[in-house]
């Protein structure tokens, strides 16, 4: 049986967080924005808090994993190892990186 206010051609809604409105964008942009979108409808955009929050907590982890060794007695990320995740948080804390991961975000929408 059908819900009412629908019938045997009714589509499923197209956005997650419910009720749309028509804007006016550039037609230049308007590709651009609606995937952009359609990734933050769908939760596959993270924002920069976000990301931070997420590499200070794998960070958190690693340390009260650690296991002291004949190399060192106290977990530490001032190794080389953690070299490119310092780059990484740093790249993110500044929003150079910002650049580089909409390049590899388009990619990936690219290769849908």
Known sequence: MLKPGT???SFPPAWNHGKTQTIRVPIVLAQQILEYAYAIDSGLVMDQHMILQLI?????????QFHPNQYSRTGSTTSRRWDELRQFRTAIASGHAKTQLNFESQKVIARR
């Open 7 to 9: 019938n045997s051609t």
């Open 56 to 64: 200070d907590s794998f960070v958190e982890t690693r340390i009260a």
